[in-house]
């Protein structure tokens, strides 16, 4: 029997306190070993306002093969559909990820892009 992830028991603990509302719906960033993935969510409904990732169309060709840089652009472009979806304010929810590097590339482009946490 293998010991549970420690990732698992922080998103449980963090996902106690954060939820997402239609007037706040909820920002979640995955990242995996190559790529980031970040959407929104309007947890009463259960419905994803808005998705991007590193995979997206529109960042295709882009790449530099500098994973910063891509989650950056994965930053800008969530907080874009965002705003068409006509989402101005999220509550932000790093997954159980430490707020570092990568996550935190993606929220700093967020807010620069005009999304409110």
């Known amino acids: 029997m293998s010991k549970r992830d420690p990732r698992f028991n922080r998103k449980e ?6 939820s997402g509302t239609t007037e ?3 920002l979640s960033i995955y990242k995996s070993l190559k790529y980031v993935y970040a959407q929104v969510i309007d947890d009463g409904s259960g419905k994803t306002l808005a998705f991007a990732s590193s995979l997206s169309k529109e960042l295709k060709g882009k790449d530099e093969g500098d994973k910063k840089a891509d989650a950056k652009r ?3 472009l969530i ?3 965002a705003k068409a979806a006509k989402v101005t304010a999220v509550v932000f929810d790093r997954n159980g990820f430490p707020y570092h590097g990568r996550i935190a590339a993606v929220a700093e482009a967020a807010r620069e892009a005009g999304l409110q946490f």
Do not use: D, T
């Open 74 to 76: 994965v930053g800008q």
């Open 79 to 81: 907080a874009e559909k």
């Open 24 to 26: 706040r719906p909820r």
């Open 13 to 18: 603990r963090i996902r106690k306190k954060i």
